[in-house]
Antibody, heavy 121, light 108 residues
């Protein structure tokens, strides 16, 4: 069965960095695009970034562009999100999610359980 | 960027039909997906491409999309349907994936 397991969250001071990971299993990871989506405490879902199945294309939400970097290692079945220059407003649960199919219009069909990032001094 | 507007809350008596709307400019020309999120859990896809249901999602869940409004319909609602529901589209003009603000469904 499809499994996505995030890790790497924690408490970090403003301005510092964290690298989040998402370990995938139960499907051919190298055939699927992947997203990061976050949710601030008590708030709604916010799309963060996407990477194509082969890493050829990457797009970012306006609030993280220039600070966050999405990447993947298909040999390790793992998705990453490098988060730099963290701000208090980046505090959220970060989810990885798989793209159902290959089109930009495709939905997110599987989600991990999330990893909490808290930015605080 | 493209904006999706959802009512913050919808309440319905058990056994009745709940309708959750998602408004957007000419959203009828977009592919809309719906996610259910229960407290402390990850979102779950319940409707994709406007009206398709993933395997394992009850037939009570259906969707439609036309004009400036997409609608998620849940018939015969029960306590197990209490959750936050989010609509989502891809905005081709910005290459951004967009979520609505979410609607909290309460079963009275």
């Amino acid at each position: 069965q499809v499994q996505l397991v995030e890790s790497g969250g924690g408490v970090v001071q403003p301005g510092r960095s964290l690298r989040l990971s998402c370990a995938a299993s139960g499907f051919i990871f190298s055939s699927y695009g992947m997203h990061w989506v976050r949710q601030a405490p008590g708030k709604g879902l916010e799309w963060v970034a996407v990477i194509w199945y082969d890493g050829s294309n990457k797009y970012y939400g306006d609030s993280v562009k220039g600070r966050f970097t999405i990447s993947r290692d298909n040999s390790k079945n793992t998705l990453y999100l490098q988060t730099n220059s963290l701000r208090a407003e980046d505090t959220a649960v970060y989810y990885c999610a798989r793209v159902k199919g290959s089109a930009e219009t495709a939905p997110f069909d599987y989600w991990g359980q999330g990893t909490l990032v808290t930015v605080s001094s | 960027s493209y904006v999706l507007t959802q009512p913050p809350s919808v309440s319905m008596a058990p056994g009745k039909t709940a309708r959750i709307t998602c408004g957007g400019n000419n959203i009828g020309s977009q592919s809309v997906h719906w996610y259910q999120q229960k407290p402390g859990q990850a979102p779950v896809l319940v409707i994709f491409y406007d009206s398709d249901r993933p395997s394992g999602i009850p037939e009570r869940f259906s969707g439609s999309n036309s004009g400036n409004t997409a609608t998620l319909t849940i018939s015969r609602v029960g306590a197990g349907d209490e959750a936050d529901y989010y609509c989502q589209v891809w905005d081709s003009s910005s290459d951004h994936w967009v979520f609505g603000g979410g609607t909290k469904l309460t079963v009275l």
